[in-house]
């Protein structure tokens, strides 16, 4: 049972960690990936498309990192799936960041997409990128095509010598065409294929050129294709496109003049209403935003948030079931450390990420269950949330040092300035610092301590009389790592069973969309509503 198991875990009278091993053991019980509660993502996709063909993805790592690249590349084929499966073209992106997954999104699969977010800057990053799209456009696609024509050139000569000749005597026979080749080919025993590949005629090698044009040019048309596509996503005014095919205008017939310019007027009428597929977009957003204040034209829509921050995934499901409009959701969250939590102590911590969050509106417990239990799992429990279980086992070690820096830093501040809280972060200091003296000085300025206040002298007595404790604080550190799933899946099912309470949700589940070494926020949870996909 639970209960016995934990009791070899933990000392009945004073709670401590009696066994390590059954610790790891009961952690790895209760992780998501061991309580069989995900949807496979294989599973949803199929249910999803039910006959529809698979698209073949476009590379995505031309503009992103590999991580990225990961990400949009998996959550835009299922974001496409279940738009489809809707009936719906439009999405909105909640914590669009700078666009990645917004724009792979309108350009690969054609949906009109509104990417919000709450940080300007976030925003001009977004039109930033379609800029560097602009300017490097030409390159690119000078380069994948000369990529694609390299690729088949390789293939065709990897591919083994196939003659129209049946036998000697018949050297006039006529060349097959592509069906009997690839029926003939299947046909031809190990003895015969040495006898085919020794015999190369002219007749053959001018066959096989014929058809390298034809795929070359074949593949040619769908790279165009996918530059349109591309283009979609861009201002209308944010490539020019140049024809290698234009002559002088002086020897054109009249008639040929008209037909051209016809064709230039219904080529810009096209462009100009299937341009700007992609809109960035800056506002905060919380659980009672409105969103037709936002988009003026909204209509049936998925909700999607890629690695949304602290409440922002929370309150992306709350508007998902609040809102008629928006017809399904696909929400992945990250920084569990900034959730706000409705039973943390008796006192409210500010954070600005969610000054709106006031009231009944809390990042945690979000279902009934837990509210009923007054559930809290507190700030070091969220931060533990955050550490990347999988990462650690494949070789990828804690910053040891830079905890152990922190640590002492509070011991420091606690014992010389009697502060044991504050709304002030150290923040990203370690990296900046060349010692630990100079850690702790930049750290008590940004904390605007002063830090006169304490010599080098008595700092550095600090450090050398914690330093041989560095290995404690390290096998502290492993064992919240080894704890973090379990803590991930409380906020995770937290966010399942609040939809599952929810009267018009059709389906909901969790899934498993990202390798979690190189996304390790990698869990998505995902719901239907049944008025639109009944």
């Known amino acids: 049972t639970d209960e016995s198991m934990l009791s070899s875990v933990f ?59 990961h990400e949009v590349q998996v959550m835009s084929e299922l974001v496409d799936s279940i738009a489809s499966y809707c009936g719906i073209k439009q999405v909105i992106d909640i914590g669009s960041g700078k666009g990645y997954l917004s724009s792979f999104l309108s350009m690969h699969y054609n949906l009109k997409v509104y990417g919000i977010d709450s940080s300007n800057t976030n925003t001009q990053g977004a039109h930033e990128r379609n800029r560097k799209l602009k300017k490097h456009w030409k ?28 036998c000697e005597s018949n050297t006039n026979e006529k060349p097959l065409n592509n069906n009997s080749n690839l029926q003939s080919q299947d046909q031809v025993t190990t003895q015969d294929s040495d006898v085919f590949t020794g015999i190369a005629t002219s007749e053959s090698s001018k066959q096989t050129e014929i058809s390298l044009v034809a795929q070359t040019q074949s593949d040619e048309n769908k790279l165009s294709e996918n530059v349109l596509d591309i283009l979609n996503v861009l201002p209308a005014d944010a490539v020019d496109i140049f024809s290698s095919s234009r002559c002088n205008c002086g020897e054109l ?7 051209r310019k016809m064709v230039s007027l219904q080529a810009k009428a096209s462009k100009s209403s299937e341009s700007n597929l992609y809109f960035p977009l800056t506002s905060y957003i919380t659980a009672e935003t409105e969103l037709s204040d936002i988009i003026t034209d909204l209509e049936d829509s998925v909700m999607v948030g890629l690695h ?72 070091n429990a969220r931060m533990s949330a955050c550490l990347a279980l999988e990462r650690v086992a494949v070789g990828q070690t804690l910053p040891t040092e830079s905890l152990f820096y922190r640590a002492v830093l509070q011991v420091i501040i606690e014992e010389n300035y009697g502060v044991t809280k504050s709304d002030r972060h150290v923040g990203k200091i370690f990296s900046k610092s060349s010692s630990f003296l100079d850690y702790v000085r930049k750290s008590l300025k940004k904390l605007e301590l002063d830090d006169s206040k304490l010599s080098d002298s008595c700092i550095m007595d600090y450090y050398n009389g914690y330093k041989d404790r560095m290995n404690e604080l390290e096998a502290f550190n492993m064992l919240k790592v080894v704890l973090a799933p379990c803590i991930e899946v409380l906020i995770l099912l937290d966010r399942l069973c609040f939809l599952k309470e929810q009267d018009n949700i059709a389906w909901s589940g ?25």
């Open 139 to 166: 390159a690119y696609e000078r380069r994948a095509r000369a990529n694609l024509q390299s690729q088949k050139l390789e293939e065709m000569n990897d591919r083994p010598v196939q003659t129209e000749i049946k």
């Open 253 to 259: 017939c009249d008639e040929e003049k008209a037909r």
């Open 308 to 379: 949304t921050c602290g409440d922002l995934a929370p309150n992306t499901l709350r508007i998902f079931t609040t809102k008629p409009e928006i017809k399904a959701v696909c929400s992945v969250g990250c920084c569990y450390h900034l959730l706000s939590e409705q039973y943390e102590n008796q006192e409210v911590i500010f954070f600005p990420f969610f000054a709106d969050c006031t009231g009944e509106v809390w990042g945690f417990p979000m279902c009934q269950y837990l509210k009923d239990e007054s559930w809290c799992c507190g700030r």
């Open 11 to 69: 000392c009945e009278k004073c709670q401590r960690l009696i066994d390590v091993q059954s610790f790891a053991l009961a952690a790895r019980y209760y992780s998501l990936s061991n309580l069989g509660l995900c949807t496979p993502l294989e599973e949803l996709l199929e249910a999803l498309r039910g006959e529809r063909q698979e698209r073949n993805d476009i590379k995505t790592d031309e503009f992103m990192n590999n991580k990225k690249s």
């Open 510 to 534: 969790l899934v498993k969309l990202f390798d979690p070494v190189k996304s390790p926020r990698c869990y998505g949870v995902i719901a239907l509503k049944k008025q639109s996909c009944s």
